[in-house]
């Protein structure tokens, strides 16, 4: 036998004697045969160079709060950080029924007990799909990136094409995320937008489409924060050309603002972690892909799909639909693989959307934007401040031009930081063309105080010129 290893509280069959008998058991000595089919220059043979264990639980406990204490929450700071993780109210009842043990993920959204768990995912897609009026929903994808390029790569299936339009205002971790999941099939093409509104530049549009064109992707509200006015016109123009049109949305704004369809889309995606999702140091995610109900939309879906069928005994039952196109089914021949899914958070949607109703989201997206509003325009009386930067209607989030202010985004942000205010993401280098630049967030948990010491703060940061 090879070096008997110490005994794990944590690690499962870890005791030598359950070791050895497990290799009996398949016919082994020494657990290296396992590894034999690894070429030796892969294996590392030293020893790594790892701490003393902590010798129970009472002093692991003390060395991980020590750990967490380097961390700085949002709870300790007053942040105006969004741009695709957001502070939203969580409402308690969220966490309540996510932490079931028919519900809590044990892997890939897959629970140690599952009763229920079928008709919950349904649910959650019933509402989502009301709220986007679409018909199908999918199963909530790693984050609202992935829902984006995996809603691009179903429409090159689609049309039988092999080139995608995004517009430039796009979040760049998520126009990063688009072009390493369609590489290298899907050739993937920026569009300009408006310096002055925002807005997607129709003008570049109309140059960058052809029939090769798979897709024109826009998101309303844009990562900037404004509202595309012009989205049936866009939609209109990738229709054109046998072009779908895909729209990303934050769907809390869908209680006051028309749903995609209205405006032309084929196919709605979108981020989950507004709907009673916290912010998790940036984890909580979920992406969502919705399309109507029709052959050439649910069988490009890589996704799992949960629909409700009648039982043999007269009742109902829930469950996947054609399971045969994913890759569970097709494996080696799929035509997208599905990894790892973040079921929990569809759930937890469900429960914030039964929560709110339609009458709650609406008020809750009013509630929003009357804050924002209000925000911008403090901003916006600063002296050297222009705010908002673009000449459009905004939801949630806006930008702030520093650039007469004589201080830079990294200077202003540093002396608010020492205030205990994180005063937002900096776009001078992701959008250098806006020059000194910041996109604020503002939602329902901004109070009119809170707004009123970030104007204060700035003021006296500023001022210190």
């Known amino acids: ?3 008997r290893k110490k005994v794990h509280p944590y690690i499962p069959n870890s005791v030598p004697e359950v070791q050895e008998e497990m290799l009996r058991a398949i016919g082994v000595e020494d657990v290296e045969e396992l590894y034999a ?20 639980e009472v002093s692991l406990d003390r060395h991980m709060q020590e750990i967490l204490k380097k961390n700085t929450s949002t709870r300790e700071v007053l942040s105006f950080l969004g741009g695709g993780c957001w502070a939203h109210y969580v409402p308690a009842i969220c966490d309540v029924i996510n932490q079931r043990s028919e519900f809590l993920t044990a892997y890939a959204g897959e629970p140690y007990e599952d009763h229920g768990r079928f008709q919950a995912l349904f649910e959650y897609a019933s509402m989502i799909a009301e709220l986007v009026e679409m018909d199908v929903v999918s199963v909530p994808t790693y984050d609202g990136s992935q829902a984006a390029a995996t809603a691009l790569r179903m429409a090159s299936r689609i049309t039988e094409r092999d080139v995608v ?33 925002g807005a997607l ?9 052809s029939r090769k064109v798979a897709a024109v992707y826009f998101e309303n509200p844009s990562y900037l924060g404004t509202l595309e006015t012009r989205g049936a016109e866009i939609s209109r123009l990738a229709h054109s050309v046998g072009a779908l049109s895909v729209v990303g949305v934050d769907p809390i704004s869908l209680g006051i603002l028309a749903p995609p369809p209205r405006y032309g889309a084929d196919v709605v995606c979108g981020e989950l972690q507004p709907l009673g999702v916290h912010m ?4 909580g995610r979920g992406g969502f892909v919705a399309t109507p109900d029709e052959e050439r939309f649910v069988a490009e879906y890589p996704l799992r799909l949960f629909g409700i069928a009648p039982t043999v005994d007269g009742a109902w039952g829930f469950g996947d639909v054609a399971w045969e196109r994913t890759s569970f089914a097709q494996r080696e021949n799929a035509k997208e693989f599905v990894g790892t899914m973040a079921a929990l958070w569809g759930i937890t949607a469900g429960v914030y ?5 339609p009458h709650g989201i609406q008020e809750l997206g009013e509630l929003i934007m009357y804050r924002a509003a209000y925000a911008a325009k403090r901003l ?6 222009r705010c908002p930067r673009f000449a459009a209607p905004h939801f949630k989030e806006f930008v702030v031009d520093f650039s007469k202010t004589g ?3 990294d200077e202003i942000f540093a002396e608010l930081k020492e205030k205990k205010i994180l005063g937002g993401i900096n776009l001078s280098r992701s959008f250098p063309e806006l020059g000194e630049s910041a996109l604020v967030c503002v939602t329902e948990v901004h109070t009119k105080e809170d707004i009123d010491r970030l104007v204060g703060a700035l003021k006296d940061v500023l001022g210190g010129a």
């Open 1 to 3: 036998m090879g070096e």
């Open 37 to 56: 089919l690894v070429p030796e220059e892969l294996r590392y043979s030293g020893s790594l160079n790892l701490p003393e264990p902590c010798p129970d």
């Open 165 to 197: 339009l995004i517009p430039r205002n796009l979040n760049p971790d998520r126009r990063s995320i688009i072009r390493n999941y369609c590489h290298p099939d899907i050739h993937v093409v920026e569009v300009k937008f408006d310096l002055e509104t």
């Open 201 to 209: 530049d129709l003008g570049d549009l109309g140059k960058k489409l």
């Open 280 to 283: 998790y140091f940036g984890g």
């Open 353 to 357: 959307l039964a929560l709110l109703g």
């Open 380 to 385: 916006g009386e600063l002296p050297g401040i």
């Open 407 to 409: 201080h830079t985004v």
